[in-house]
Nanobody
Framework: QLQLVESGGGLVQPGGSLRLSCAASGFTLEYGAIGWFRQAPGKEREAVSCISSSGDNTNYVDSVKGRFTISRVNKNTVYLQMNSLKPEDTGVYYC????????????????WGQGTQVTVSS
């Protein structure tokens, strides 16, 4: 089965940038889309962005539009470039794969990574 590992989180000041990576292994053809999610302390998990396996389609939650960019370098690696970070971006960020689904923030995702912590604070 597909396995996902996130990396790139850390502590950054407001206005700073981070790039998160999602590395996929296993049967990497077994997905239709990769999504990024986050969970802030005391809040429910929120879909942030997604990208189709082809890279042709992307979606973003309104709160990150213009600041975050999702991209694929190959079928094994997806990035989430986060610029102009705000304290409200703080949370654990997860990448997830949807096997047959399209790029949809509300879609079903089958495989999940362990998460990487992002903290935006001065």
């Amino acid at each position: 089965q597909l396995q996902l590992v996130e990396s790139g989180g850390g502590l950054v000041q407001p206005g700073g940038s981070l790039r998160l990576s999602c590395a996929a292994s296993g049967f990497t053809l077994e997905y239709g889309a990769i999504g990024w999610f986050r969970q802030a302390p005391g809040k429910e998990r929120e879909a942030v962005s997604c990208i189709s396996s082809s890279g042709d389609n992307t979606n973003y939650v309104d709160s990150v539009k213009g600041r975050f960019t999702i991209s694929r370098v190959n079928k094994n690696t997806v990035y989430l470039q986060m610029n102009s970070l705000k304290p409200e971006d703080t949370g654990v960020y997860y990448c997830a794969a949807s096997v047959f689904g399209r790029c949809a923030l509300g879609g079903h995702y089958d495989y999940w990574g362990q998460g990487t912590q992002v903290t935006v604070s001065s």
